[in-house]
């Protein structure tokens, strides 16, 4: 199998070439960029599978180069920032990212997050295979899509694993914390208020009234679940 593909967009020399150097030890194929133009000269021409990507640009922000990115490929995304407001992180998780590092970290750090978010594009189970649908929405996990009434719903990676994750278990309660482990695969130590955001960015794409969501529920003082209507029914496994 083709080791993974890692952009590294950042204006500090110094952080680009470490990044670059340690992890090219490790497998990957990598690039890198020091402004957000020639990232996206060099992500179109590279196709990567995961960017990591600086919050602050000379010509840019990482948000903006995020978000842009994302509507190209359904790339992985782990955002860089000196800034430790977890408004920031709040935000990079709202446009995308898939993980956030606060400048300075330790390299053993960056490569287990590094893992963990391109462990998400290991090759399904037939177990996993089955398309779920639920009324109007289908959720396809070999083909990574989803479908409201017949029409595409644009997912991030992320959206979309915590999505089929929940859809996979209806009924189950989970803890904030039991989703970041399932879902993000690693101990998370950071604010678990990003599990509300990427559940937010899901209803606001799946659900008829965001107030008052009937597929995605809140279980207040415990977490979320996925509450399968009545009708629901999971499609044969695909081939």
């Given at each position: 199998?083709?080791?993974?593909?890692?952009l590294?967009?950042?204006d500090?020399?110094?952080?680009?070439t470490l990044?670059?150097?340690?992890?090219s030890?490790?497998d990957?194929?990598?690039e890198s960029?020091e402004d957000?133009?020639?990232?996206l000269?060099?992500?179109e021409?590279?196709?990567?599978?995961?960017?990591?990507?600086?919050?602050?640009?000379?010509?840019?922000?990482g948000?903006?180069?995020c978000e842009?990115?994302?509507?190209?490929t359904?790339?992985?995304?782990?955002?860089l920032?000196s800034?430790?407001d977890?408004?920031?992180?709040?935000?990079?998780?709202?446009q995308?990212?898939?993980?956030?590092?606060?400048?300075p970290?330790s390299?053993s750090?960056l490569e287990?997050r590094?893992?963990?978010?391109?462990?998400?594009?290991?090759p399904?189970?037939t177990?996993?295979?089955?398309?779920?649908t639920?009324?109007?929405?289908?959720i396809?996990?070999v083909?990574?899509?989803?479908?409201?009434?017949n029409?595409?719903?644009?997912?991030?990676?992320?959206e979309?694993?915590l999505?089929?994750?929940l859809?996979?278990?209806?009924?189950?309660?989970w803890r904030?914390?039991?989703l970041?482990?399932k879902?993000?695969?690693y101990e998370?130590?950071?604010?678990q208020?990003?599990v509300?955001v990427?559940?937010?960015?899901?209803?606001?794409?799946?659900?008829?009234?965001?107030s008052?969501p009937?597929?995605?529920q809140?279980v207040?003082?415990?977490?979320?679940?996925f509450?399968e209507?009545?009708t629901?029914?999971?499609?044969e496994s695909?081939?």
């Open positions: 199998m083709a080791s993974a593909k890692i590294v967009v950042d500090d020399s110094s952080i680009r990044i670059y150097r340690f992890l030890k490790h990957y194929q990598m960029a957000g133009k020639s990232a000269a060099i992500f021409e590279f196709n990567p599978d995961l960017v990591i990507l600086d919050v602050n640009l000379p010509d840019s922000t948000y903006a180069l842009e990115m994302q509507k190209r359904g790339v992985f995304v782990l955002m920032t800034r430790s977890e408004s920031d992180k709040i935000r990079g998780f709202s995308g990212a898939d993980d956030y590092l606060t400048k970290f390299l750090e287990v590094v893992g963990a978010i391109l462990k998400r594009q290991r399904v189970t177990a996993e295979q089955q398309r779920l639920f009324n109007r929405l289908m396809d996990p083909r990574r899509e989803v479908m409201l009434d029409n595409l719903v644009a997912l991030t990676a992320l979309f694993d999505l089929h994750f859809a996979s278990h209806p009924g189950r309660v904030r914390a039991e970041i482990q879902v993000w695969d998370y130590v950071g604010d208020r990003v509300d990427h559940i937010g960015q899901i209803r606001k794409k799946i659900e008829l009234d965001t008052e009937a597929l995605i809140t207040r003082g415990v977490g979320y679940k509450e209507p009545n629901s029914k999971a499609d695909l081939n």
